[in-house]
């Protein structure tokens, strides 16, 4: 109550037990919501679920459509046959212990674990369940020995069929009449009315696999394939002679619940508007995709700007609000920024990538950029194309890789301004790379396919290499689980976003597990927290970041909640942890 979100799951007995389908945002806050009962949807239409939210000033119906092909004729696969509207005991039958199910299925009559005999084929249903199809929807009386009038409606046909004595189960030619709790089945009669005005679907409808933009306020999710494959499934298991029934999930008894995140209550939270810097104008919003787009560290950001000369706008954290309207002091690069990234043992240095082969470190003075800085600090040559990104090492001092459209990773050792030591074994795009947390490995994954752990100070050739993402579109890794395992970012050949789990020992054996997440262009950027194990996934042009807790053990991934920002991003980057508020609980 009092948000504007609707959320939809979709529950499975497997892990994720809990995955998101969609989200619909309203025009207006929730003051109550009430579900529709199913006999009203339009089946039709492929009307899933239809919810009714209440406002301030109206009831607004919004209406769930699974797409199909064709809406001509009834999809059985989508609408089992539901709860009816006629009790299966009375309150004197409850209370004297009555409370089996007394079931009618295809062929015989289950009435207290004893089946009769055979039922004729209209007979195919459960008690107190009826069809949703149009044409068998079935017109149901209420018997009542207290109110007069109300018994069970004679058909004409009291002895073609069989009678159940504990149960008053009567089957004749057109249907099948039950004396308690009275229930009457007309195969070509439909006892309801079409669905009122008010619960109609209509502009509030909400497609459960289409990708809209964000203005309309959906996500797309990880459960719109997996809703769709089990609509599938459901389908082939007809076409083989499986049982119906709709979903497998609603066949079979869930199981015990699975492992849980210690963090799947994490709340994302946009601070107040006083801590923002507002007012950023001329960004350059095309750094090549693996770049982050900025970058921060607990003093000052750096953005690139898309003026000519690779200009670099370099703003102090502990100033936040408007920027004036007037040219702020920038760092001229002399060539467009292919990525940027501060230097973790020194705020004031920045080591930033051109797109002519240079890296080029840069020092900001005390208090921030008051002037435009024109001279670098240092100048690295050695590279012969355009370069991808650069990382500083985690434990050392003045040691950077870069890599390079040349397909080459370059370490360099800063305090000299040269390189010392040139790692092979790539033959395509090299997307990404890391170091590991204790500064002895570097893993990279390329566009061939392949991930690479490297042990620098051995050899200048790869230790190990195993099978990457499928996908060619881009892809990013970081070390989890205190530097035991890779945690890869990437597409599959369908170009699903999905995230894969990797042995750091054991890369030639494949990834422990993989995670489909959902369909979009842009590579997802894995950031992880190593104090509490949760990776933060999303990609530039995103509104939604994902949140899983890291195991060692399976299932891996642990969800967590989401969080969804108003506008898509630009970028995504993580201030160091000493930036968190650890008396709000702030982790990251």
Not at 511 to 518: A, E, H, K, N, T
Request: one cysteine or more; glycine letters at 10%.
């Amino acid at each position: 109550q009092g948000e504007n979100l609707l959320y939809c799951f979709e529950v499975a007995p497997t892990q994720p037990a809990l995955t998101q389908v969609t989200q619909c945002r309203t025009e207006g806050s929730t003051r109550g919501l009430a579900a529709v009962p199913r006999l009203a949807l339009d089946v039709m239409a492929c009307e899933v679920l239809r919810v009714l939210q209440l406002t301030d000033t109206a009831l607004i119906p919004v209406s769930f459509l699974v797409p199909r092909k064709s809406v001509q004729e009834f999809h059985e696969d989508l609408f089992p046959d539901c709860t009816g509207m006629l009790p299966a005991t009375d309150a004197q039958g409850w209370w004297a212990g009555d409370s089996q199910q007394v079931s009618v299925i295809r062929g015989g009559v289950l009435a207290g674990g004893i089946a009769s005999a055979p039922c004729p084929p209209l007979c195919s249903m459960q008690v107190g369940r009826v069809s949703l199809h149009p044409a068998r929807r079935p017109t149901e009386i209420f018997t009542s020995p207290i109110i007069a009038g109300t018994g069970p409606a004679n058909t004409g046909h009291t002895d073609t069929g069989h009678t159940n004595g504990d149960t008053g189960h009567t089957d004749g030619d057109t249907g099948h009449t039950d004396g308690n709790p009275g229930y009457t089945d007309a195969d070509q009669t439909s006892g309801y009315s079409s669905p009122s005005s008010l619960a109609s679907p209509g502009s509030a409808a909400t497609s459960l696999s289409a990708s809209t933009g964000p203005s309309s306020g959906f996500a797309s999710s990880p459960s719109q394939k997996s809703l769709q494959s089990i609509l599938g499934e459901q389908a082939a298991g007809r076409a083989r002679g499986a049982p119906q029934g709709g979903f497998g999930a609603l066949t079979h008894p869930s199981p015990a619940p699975g492992p849980s995140s210690r963090f799947r209550h994490a709340q994302g939270r946009v601070l107040h508007r006083d801590c923002h810097l507002t007012n950023l104008r001329g960004l350059s919003l095309t750094t090549p995709g693996e770049c982050d787009g900025f970058c921060a560290n607990h003093q000052r950001v750096a953005l690139p700007l898309l003026s000519a000369g690779g200009q670099i706008a370099v703003l102090e954290l502990s100033k936040p609000g408007r920027l004036p309207d007037a040219a702020v002091p920038t760092i001229q690069n002399g060539a467009a920024v292919a990525d940027l990234t501060w230097d973790p043992f020194d705020p004031r240095r920045l080591a930033v990538a051109g797109e002519d082969a240079k890296i080029r470190l840069w020092r900001i003075p005390e208090g921030g950029l008051r002037e435009t800085l024109q001279e670098p600090e240092a100048v690295l040559r050695g590279h012969t194309e355009k370069i991808y990104s650069i990382r500083f090492h985690p434990v050392a001092s003045d040691l950077l890789v870069s890599s390079s459209y040349d397909m080459t990773v370059r370490i360099w050792e800063l305090s000299t301004g040269r390189e010392v030591l040139c790692l092979q074994g790539h033959t395509d795009q090299i997307f990404s790379m890391a170091w590991s947390p204790d500064g002895k490995k570097l893993a990279t994954v390329s566009k061939d396919g392949r991930i690479r752990l490297y042990e620098p100070r051995r050899s200048s050739q790869p230790q190990q290499e195993g099978p990457g993402p499928e996908g060619g579109r881009g892809a990013r890794l970081v070390w989890v689980c205190g530097g035991d395992y890779l945690l890869v970012s990437g597409f599959d050949s369908r170009s699903e976003r999905r995230i894969l789990l990797y042995r750091a020992q054991a890369l030639p054996e494949g990834p422990l597990s993989v995670l489909g997440l959902d369909v979009a262009p842009s590579t997802l950027l894995p950031f992880y927290d190593e104090d509490t194990s949760v990776v933060f996934l999303t990609g530039k042009g995103d509104t939604r970041v994902f949140l899983y807790e890291v195991t060692p053990e399976p299932p891996y991934f642990l969800e967590c909640n989401s969080f969804t920002s108003n506008e898509p991003h630009k970028g995504f980057v993580f201030l160091p942890k000493t930036a968190c508020e650890v008396r709000e609980v702030e982790f990251a």
